[in-house]
């Protein structure tokens, strides 16, 4: 029979309390992770899309799928003792995100009293809808999952200090 003999046991009960207590509370651990992604979804905006969007035209001095701002403005990271979540409340996001096809409807002018195209001026159009291509802003890189291992790597060894 082997005999193991703790000299530092006081010490070793304190660490394994961290350690669970860190396991039990996870908050830390999620809002970096939640960081972690929202950095991720930047660097989307950024390069443009990795992989590259398709069939997106920037405006000069612009980059794809940034056009106001808003879209890219509301991006915002939450997270709570289970989950880490990065999503947006815009309702156009998920045609800009899963692409698809917008149905055909009446554009009304709202300051104006009229539409003016090419000479011809309407009180109304009918818009045949539009399809638009994926532009998936919410995409996790293996690099940036990797990323996150290493973000739960750190925590648990700051637990062990």
Same mark, same amino acid.
């Given at each position: ?53 398709? $069939? ?10 940034i056009d106001s ?49 090419? $000479? ?29 291992? !290493? !973000? ?10």
């Open positions: 029979m082997i005999e193991i003999k703790i000299n530092n046991e006081k010490e070793v009960v304190a660490l394994l309390e961290r350690v669970a207590e860190g396991i039990r509370y996870n908050v830390p651990l999620m809002r970096t992770i939640a960081g972690t992604m929202q950095s991720a979804v930047d660097q989307n905006f950024e390069a443009g899309g990795r992989p590259k969007w398709l $069939g997106v035209k920037s405006r000069p001095g612009g980059s794809p799928l701002g808003a879209l890219r403005n509301s991006i915002h990271a939450r997270w709570d003792n289970d989950e880490a979540q990065v999503g947006t409340n815009l309702v156009y996001a998920a045609i800009h995100h899963f692409g698809g096809e917008t149905k055909p409807h009446k554009i009304k002018p709202v300051t104006k009293k009229g539409l003016a195209f090419n $000479g011809i001026v309407r009180k109304s159009v009918d818009h045949p809808g539009s399809k638009i291509q994926a532009r998936p802003f919410l995409v996790l890189t293996p690099q940036d999952e990797a990323d996150i291992l !290493d !973000d739960v790597q750190s925590y648990f060894q700051s637990l062990m200090k």
